[in-house]
């Protein structure tokens, strides 16, 4: 499917900081419950299913790269409000998409 590029900038993809990461026992796969702090969009909540090559302790502080403006998702009794990016790696196996330098929190996609 390829799409415009005013389509593609209806995405809100912004920048922020893991603050804290827990296990997500009621998920049907492994997973985390993630607080990212997106700056000016707020702190926000994702399940992200990186339990395989992540644990909690690296998470914490590590930038991510996120999509906010999906509608909120309901995974059991969690509300997930943004998409943490990533990609499966050969495994299978969600490897998340970071910045290779620093940016601010809530900085914007261009």
Known sequence: MIVTIDEFNKIDIRIGTI??????????????????????????????QITVLYTKEELVGKKVICVTNLPPRQIGPFVSEVLTTGFYN????????????????GAKLC
């Open 19 to 48: 603050l804290s990461a827990e296990f997500f026992p009621e998920a049907k796969k492994p997973a985390y419950k993630l607080e990212i702090d997106l700056g000016e969009v707020g702190i926000k909540r994702s399940s992200a």
């Open 90 to 105: 050969a495994d299978g196996y969600v490897v998340l998409a970071v910045p290779d330098q620093d940016a601010p929190n």
